[in-house]
């Protein structure tokens, strides 16, 4: 199956400071990407959709400011955590397809914890 | 109400037995339908990928859809330990812009 590769899988930071996390689509051009948030024993939540060369597209109640997503090429999405603090830590997953009928695939994830 | 319903669990099960996850939404119009896997602190892993009504069979997994009740079921056969994880369902309207996830659930198979 695809690939997407997510780095880094884990980060502590300091308050105030910037975290950025990468993710790539390995063996195709995601032309979508999206990111999501996860809090312990919850399910998903979609934070903003990113399509190459155009701006992220953010879901309601999310900061754009907070969260810059940048998806400069068919193969890397970035999202940066700009003034992270405590209540930001979580789980951020990522996701690409192809397409909007292709299928969907996730990359590994990332602990972010902010002391 | 939720768009999709799915008991959160856990659920636990010895190893060998059958296992039935179930998710209900509230959508008629959703067309395609999802079965992910996540261990814990990994990202989801695509299982079942369903368009239509009807069943779907993967080695030991079965994917069901009933559009006509609004309801999805993933079957698990002859459980593993290593099927131990949180299943998340997923259903969407028109692909993968609209996806709709699941709480999810977190299942364990005991040897």
């Known amino acids: 199956g695809a690939v997407v590769s997510q780095h880094p899988s884990w980060v502590i930071c300091k308050s105030g400071t910037s975290v950025k996390i990468e993710c790539r689509s390995l063996?195709?051009?995601?032309?979508?990407m999206f990111w999501y948030r996860q809090f312990p024993k919850q399910s998903l939540m979609l934070m903003a959709t990113?399509?190459?060369?155009?701006?992220?597209?953010?879901e309601q109640g999310v900061e754009k400011d907070k969260f810059l997503i940048n998806h400069a090429s068919l193969t890397l999405s970035t999202l940066t955590v700009t003034s992270a603090h405590p209540e930001d830590s979580s789980f951020y997953i990522c996701?690409?397809?192809?397409?909007?009928?292709?299928?969907?695939?996730f990359g590994s994830g990332t602990q972010l914890s902010v002391l | 109400q939720k768009e999709v319903e799915q008991d959160p669990g856990p659920l636990s099960v010895p190893e060998g037995a059958i296992v039935s996850l179930n998710c209900t939404y509230s959508n008629s119009a959703f067309q395609y339908f999802m079965w992910y896997r996540q261990y814990s602190r990994k990202g989801p892993e695509l299982l079942m990928y369903?368009?239509?009504?009807g069943n779907k069979e993967d080695g030991r997994f079965t994917a069901q859809v009933d559009k006509s009740s609004k309801y999805i079921s993933l079957f698990i056969r002859d459980s593993q330990p290593s099927d131990s994880a949180t299943y998340l369902c997923?259903?969407?309207?028109?692909?993968?812009?609209?996806?709709?996830f699941g709480a999810g659930t977190r299942l364990t198979v005991k040897p």
């Open positions: 063996d195709f051009q995601a032309t979508t």
């Open positions: 369903t368009y239509s009504s």
């Open positions: 997923a259903m969407s309207l028109l692909g993968n812009n609209d996806m709709r």
């Open positions: 990113s399509n190459e060369g155009s701006k992220a597209t953010y």
């Open positions: 996701s690409a397809s192809g397409g909007p009928n292709e299928k969907l695939f």
